[in-house]
């Protein structure tokens, strides 16, 4: 089977999402507060819409080779190759106890199926196809393309579920789940779902590490013991049964907690930040040969993680956004000169404050991260503002919280995970709304709405419900298949296992050439604010 590219390596110029890095070169941007050694982050460059797509050859290719695409195809397979602990150890597998058959005879056209056709176990060698679209040319719209001519290029990666063989005796093995960063819609979901497979398994020893990271080396925070009864309901509320925290200690001292606990497996939900994090622990338990296997289960209410369709919570923040967009359409539309102005989350990709925008309808004017604007002058979003006033009587603005920080006096302050602390663009905005609409003597009634902490707390929807009890029962079957350094997710609509690496070399981010965003802007009608 080849195995190649993921669908962010090198392509046509796309600012939406940047290319992998190249091999052994990773780049850790946001280390939730654990004190390791980091390269230098990726920083996004700013776009506008009107950027030019170019097919844009990789360097580290050679593409006068006949044989290019089979040697990057090899490369690919091996960056892809999912950490195992037979790595590190001489294990034998035994035969698992989970076990999916099906009650008495199941007959198919009149015939039995095959033994082997009813377990429902994924073989180790089965992969799921990441790219689906062939481009015919780097112009074709959303092309995504390796070589100029962009040739087609198989993309594969493992594909996630029960194995027939595990690594771990279930009634030996401890579980630790720890949540990082901060809330999200579903963290209960996936812990409870987590808690209900290692049970299946037949695992009795399940503890939950309260308040992220921190619950490692707090002597104040003992571990909490979960099973099915403790967590049967916690799906029904929002936040997390363990409380979530930022920063931490060292690795060093994580993993010497892990040891002295007994930790066989560990579980752990977050972002970018928690997932560089885990990596460097199942790094540094490979180092001293610990036989544990670290497994992350991708947590973002930002939709920012690589190679992911979407990530857990995402679909409830936008669903949630939509009762903040409306109360802001209901007041600009109620008012004389009424304008709404509604900040949504998205510290550097603007996939809520898009999606949200595309599904209210009520939007005039999207403003994300990743395309640069202007307010003021003849094509600034004030201008338009002043269009929409004198030809709607009312306007609705949604932006990102990362939109147009180049518009805000820069600091240098981060938070405790390492983020740079944003200034607010939601006030900045409303502010200078109002002077500008006062210095053309123009009423103007502004209503700000920014329902960040009011959409993070809410409970999952039932989309996410249902990725969520994937995503738990998919981590928990791979750490029984005995990966460590590896993420599940859904690509491409399949459940897939990743390499930590591979997903952590900078934020997911939207491509103001794609597709997407293109809708976005026919929806609202908004021009390009440069």
Same mark, same amino acid.
């Given at each position: 089977?080849?195995?190649?590219?993921?669908?962010?390596?090198?392509?046509?110029?796309?600012?939406?999402?940047?290319?992998?890095?190249?091999?052994?070169?990773?780049?850790?941007?946001?280390?939730?507060?654990?004190?390791?050694?980091?390269?230098?982050?990726?920083?996004?460059?700013?776009?506008?819409?009107?950027?030019?797509?170019?097919?844009?050859?990789?360097?580290?290719?050679?593409?006068?080779?006949?044989?290019?695409?089979?040697?990057?195809?090899?490369?690919?397979?091996?960056?892809?190759?999912?950490?195992?602990?037979?790595?590190?150890?001489?294990?034998?597998?035994?035969?698992?106890?989970?076990?999916?058959?099906?009650?008495?005879?199941?007959?198919?056209?009149?015939?039995?199926?095959?033994?082997?056709?009813?377990?429902?176990?994924?073989?180790?060698?089965?992969?799921?196809?990441?790219?689906?679209?062939?481009?015919?040319?780097?112009?074709?719209?959303?092309?995504?393309?390796?070589?100029?001519?962009?040739?087609?290029?198989?993309?594969?990666?493992?594909?996630?579920?029960?194995?027939?063989?595990?690594?771990?005796?279930?009634?030996?093995?401890?579980?630790?789940?720890?949540?990082?960063?901060?809330?999200?819609?579903?963290?209960?979901?996936?812990?409870?779902?987590?808690?209900?497979?290692?049970?299946? @398994?037949?695992?009795?020893?399940?503890?939950?590490?309260?308040?992220? @990271?921190?619950?490692?080396?707090?002597?104040?925070?003992?571990?909490?013991?979960?099973?099915?009864?403790?967590?049967?309901?916690?799906?029904?509320?929002?936040?997390?049964?363990?409380?979530?925290?930022?920063?931490?200690?060292?690795?060093?001292?994580?993993?010497?907690?892990?040891?002295?606990?007994?930790?066989?497996?560990?579980?752990?939900?977050?972002?970018?930040?928690?997932?560089?994090?885990?990596?460097?622990?199942?790094?540094?338990? +490979?180092?001293?040969?610990?036989?544990?296997?670290?497994?992350?289960?991708?947590?973002?209410?930002?939709?920012?993680?690589?190679?992911?369709?979407?990530?857990?919570?995402?679909?409830?923040?936008?669903?949630?956004?939509?009762?903040?967009?409306?109360?802001?359409?209901?007041?600009?539309?109620?008012? @004389?000169?009424?304008?709404?102005?509604?900040?949504?989350?998205?510290?550097?990709?603007?996939?809520?404050?898009?999606?949200?925008?595309?599904?209210?309808?009520?939007?005039?004017?999207?403003?994300?991260?990743?395309?640069?604007?202007?307010?003021?002058?003849?094509?600034?979003?004030?201008?338009?503002?002043?269009?929409?006033?004198?030809?709607?009587?009312?306007?609705?603005?949604?932006?990102?919280?990362?939109?147009?920080?180049?518009?805000?006096?820069?600091?240098?302050?981060?938070?405790?995970?390492?983020?740079?602390?944003?200034?607010?663009?939601?006030? +900045?905005?409303?502010?200078?709304?109002?002077?500008?609409?006062?210095?053309?003597?123009?009423?103007?009634?502004?209503?700000?709405?920014?329902?960040?902490?009011?959409?993070?707390?809410?409970?999952?929807?039932?989309?996410?419900?249902?990725?969520?009890?994937?995503?738990?029962?998919?981590?928990?079957?791979?750490?029984?298949?005995?990966?460590?350094?590896?993420?599940?997710?859904?690509?491409?609509?399949?459940?897939?296992?990743?390499?930590?690496?591979?997903?952590?070399?900078?934020?997911?981010?939207?491509?103001?050439?794609?597709?997407?965003?293109?809708?976005?802007?026919?929806?609202?009608?908004?021009?390009?604010?440069?």
């Amino acid at each position: 089977m080849a195995l190649v590219s993921s669908p962010n390596v090198t392509r046509t110029i796309n600012p939406g999402q940047p290319n992998l890095h190249p091999k052994g070169k990773t780049s850790l941007f946001s280390l939730n507060g654990l004190k390791f050694s980091k390269s230098q982050r990726n920083t996004k460059p700013r776009f506008s819409t009107s950027v030019i797509r170019a097919a844009v050859a990789n360097p580290d290719i050679d593409f006068s080779d006949p044989n290019w695409i089979h040697r990057y195809q090899e490369d690919f397979g091996r960056r892809f190759n999912l950490p195992h602990l037979r790595d590190v150890f001489d294990i034998k597998p035994i035969p698992t106890p989970f076990n999916l058959k099906n009650r008495g005879p199941q007959v198919v056209d009149g015939a039995s199926m095959p033994e082997e056709r009813k377990n429902g176990y994924v073989n180790e060698d089965d992969r799921a196809l990441l790219k689906v679209i062939k481009y015919s040319s780097p112009t074709s719209a959303g092309a995504e393309c390796i070589d100029p001519n962009c040739s087609w290029v198989e993309q594969w990666v493992h594909r996630a579920g029960p194995r027939k063989q595990i690594y771990f005796q279930p009634e030996n093995v401890k579980a630790g789940i720890v949540t990082c960063g901060g809330l999200c819609p579903g963290l209960n979901d996936v812990i409870r779902q987590i808690v209900f497979t290692l049970e299946i @398994y037949g695992v009795q020893n399940i503890v939950g590490i309260p308040f992220g @990271y921190r619950g490692f080396f707090d002597n104040g925070l003992p571990e909490i013991p979960l099973s099915r009864e403790v967590v049967q309901n916690i799906n029904l509320a929002g936040g997390s049964l363990l409380g979530v925290s930022r920063g931490g200690a060292s690795v060093s001292d994580i993993v010497d907690s892990i040891q002295a606990r007994g930790i066989d497996m560990l579980f752990i939900l977050g972002g970018n930040g928690t997932h560089a994090g885990a990596n460097a622990i199942h790094n540094e338990c +490979h180092k001293r040969k610990l036989k544990v296997s670290v497994v992350c289960v991708p947590k973002t209410i930002d939709n920012d993680i690589l190679l992911m369709d979407k990530t857990f919570g995402f679909d409830t923040a936008v669903e949630e956004a939509q009762r903040a967009i409306n109360s802001a359409y209901i007041e600009a539309r109620s008012a @004389y000169h009424g304008i709404g102005l509604v900040k949504l989350m998205g510290r550097s990709s603007g996939f809520i404050a898009m999606h949200a925008s595309l599904s209210s309808g009520q939007i005039d004017i999207c403003l994300i991260p990743e395309v640069r604007f202007s307010l003021e002058g003849p094509y600034g979003v004030l201008r338009h503002l002043e269009h929409l006033i004198q030809t709607k009587g009312s306007a609705v603005v949604c932006v990102a919280e990362g939109a147009g920080q180049d518009l805000l006096e820069k600091s240098n302050a981060t938070d405790a995970s390492g983020n740079a602390i944003l200034g607010d663009i939601g006030v +900045h905005i409303q502010q200078q709304i109002k002077r500008h609409f006062k210095g053309i003597d123009v009423p103007a009634d502004v209503k700000y709405i920014d329902p960040t902490y009011m959409i993070r707390a809410c409970r999952a929807n039932a989309s996410d419900a249902i990725l969520c009890t994937v995503l738990g029962q998919n981590a928990v079957h791979g750490a029984f298949a005995g990966y460590s350094g590896i993420t599940v997710g859904i690509c491409n609509t399949h459940y897939v296992y990743l390499p930590i690496p591979e997903v952590i070399t900078s934020p997911r981010f939207v491509d103001p050439n794609s597709r997407m965003w293109h809708r976005c802007l026919t929806s609202t009608g908004q021009p390009d604010f440069l």
